[in-house]
């Protein structure tokens, strides 16, 4: 069973930025599709960005297009979610997740999820 284990989250101002990492067990990274999903308090959990397993193909939320970049190092095992121009509102517990495609995880399909990492933006 593959790990996910994230990191990189923490407190940040308003107009800041943030990475996050994740980092997968197993041989097959590249196998898979990758990506974030955010749960903010009392709120459902919510996409936020997929990579495809060889990185050809992304996709981003609305509230997220422009200001965040997901990308992946298969070699290392390893996808990132480069998070700029940060507002309160991106606060939330972000999750790192695998799939059998990135259209499938924006559709919320996901295989296993990581533990999260907590994003906090202060205004």
């Known amino acids: 069973q593959v790990q996910l284990v994230e990191s990189g989250g923490g407190l940040v101002q308003a107009g800041g930025s943030l990475r996050l990492s994740c980092a997968a067990s197993g041989r097959t990274f590249s196998d898979y599709a990758m990506g974030w999903f955010r749960q903010a308090p009392g709120k459902e959990r919510e996409f936020v960005a997929a990579?495809?397993?060889?990185?050809?193909?992304?996709y981003y939320a609305d509230s997220v297009k422009g200001r965040f970049t997901i990308s992946r190092t298969n070699a290392k095992n390893t996808v990132y979610l480069q998070m700029n121009s940060l507002k309160p509102e991106d606060t939330a517990v972000y999750y790192c997740?695998?799939?059998?495609?990135?259209?499938?995880?924006?559709?919320?399909?996901?295989?296993?999820w990581g533990q999260g990492t907590q994003v906090t933006v202060s205004s």
């Open positions: 997740a695998r799939g059998t495609g990135a259209l499938n995880l924006r559709r919320g399909v996901v295989g296993s």
């Open positions: 990579v495809s397993g060889s990185a050809s193909s992304t």
